[in-house]
């Protein structure tokens, strides 16, 4: 079965800090896909990036970057000079082909606040 | 239509009572979800359609939820008999095909508050 372990729920920073928000996954499958999302208060969750199990290159978007380690089974997601605008809650999730489509796990979420 | 749309945006409804909360997905989105978010939680699958047929409704709590895509485009989850525990958030995702690797986009989801 599949599971997504997010084990900060809350993190409070001052603008400008890094912040890391840790993800660990559990999957039997081989082939599998993680995603992070950002849900801010109006609710809809939006894409951050996506990654294949077989891809573990490290990505940096602007101020966000994630590092992926197979060995650890874990997706982590760093944002570098935090903004007041990042506040929201980040979902990791994991997604597999099951059956012919897609079956999607979500972690419970990190609540990033971010203080001026 | 541009994005994932869903209506209405909050429902009240007194225990006992029948909900129907509709999702518009993307034109041409093959792939539609249905997900329950509690307060302070992840979004927990509850059902998946494709085109018209529900391919996947093992997340459906009880037999009191009930789904449907009759056309392959909107979608319907209706609730019966409302508990206070069917209060949550419930979000629509749809995308192309449902497959593994692709990204779910989502409406502002529905929050159904029942008292």
Redo the contacts between chains.
Sequence with gaps: AQK?T?AQ?EISVVEKEDVTLDCVYETRDT???L?W?KQPP??????LI?R?SFDEQNEISGRYSWNFQKSTSSFNFTITASQVVDSAVY?CAL???Q???????????TKLQVIP | GA?VSQSPRYKVAKRGQDVALRCDPISGHV?L?W?QQAL??????LT?F?NEAQ??KSGLPSDRFFAERPEGSVSTLKIQRTQQEDSA?Y?C?SNRE????????????T?LSVL
């Design positions: 997504v997010q729920t082939t599998y896909y995603f999302y109006s609710g809809e969750l939006v894409f996506r294949n979902f997604s597999e082909a059956g012919g489509y897609q079956k999607v796990t979500f972690g419970i979420g | 994005g792939s979800f997900y302070g939680q992840g979004p927990e699958f998946y494709q391919l996947d958030v979000l995702a449902g497959r593994g690797n692709e990204k779910l986009f989502f409406g502002s989801g929050q």
